[in-house]
């Protein structure tokens, strides 16, 4: 990746344009976003995907599969209630820590930093509800449909009684 960038960055100024590729801005700086948030990023995503994958219908066949799997990963799961709270609380503490930029002695750099700051909490914040949201629906989705499959297995039981 750093010899694609290299490579941009050393071409003739005839053929160089003034800003590079969204790719290569990318390059540029790779850690826009801290590996927590990431992770916590793909906990949300894993969870929003089981939920649509246990509530689409027509997928009978493999919904047994779909929920034993599920139900077993709804314990490694539960970590993330506190780590979600974990990252609150660095969350308020770099509020409360941040430096005030609202007086008229604040450069335009800095009051562009401390926006960002608090855009980037706020983007934070809302990922955290949606672990934790995406997290309770899970939970409670899979107990529904165990608990429908466990209704229908005991109707077709007294069915065969009969």
Known sequence: MRCILFLFTN??????????????QFLRNPSTMALEWVVLGYAAAAEAVMIILLTLPGLNSLRKGLIAVTTSLLKPFLSVVPFCLFLLMDIYWKYETRPSCESVDCSPS????????????????????????????????????????????????????E
Request: charged share 20%; aromatic share 10%.
């Open 11 to 24: 071409l003739p100024a005839s053929i160089k344009t003034s800003k590079p590729p969204f790719f290569l």
């Open 110 to 161: 800095e009051h562009l930093r401390h926006q960002k700051s608090i855009m980037k909490s706020q983007r934070n914040a809302l990922l955290i509800a949606a672990a934790l949201v995406f997290y309770w629906i899970l939970y409670s989705v899979t107990k529904l449909v165990v608990r429908v499959e466990q209704l229908n297995q005991r109707i077709e039981k007294l069915k065969n009684q």
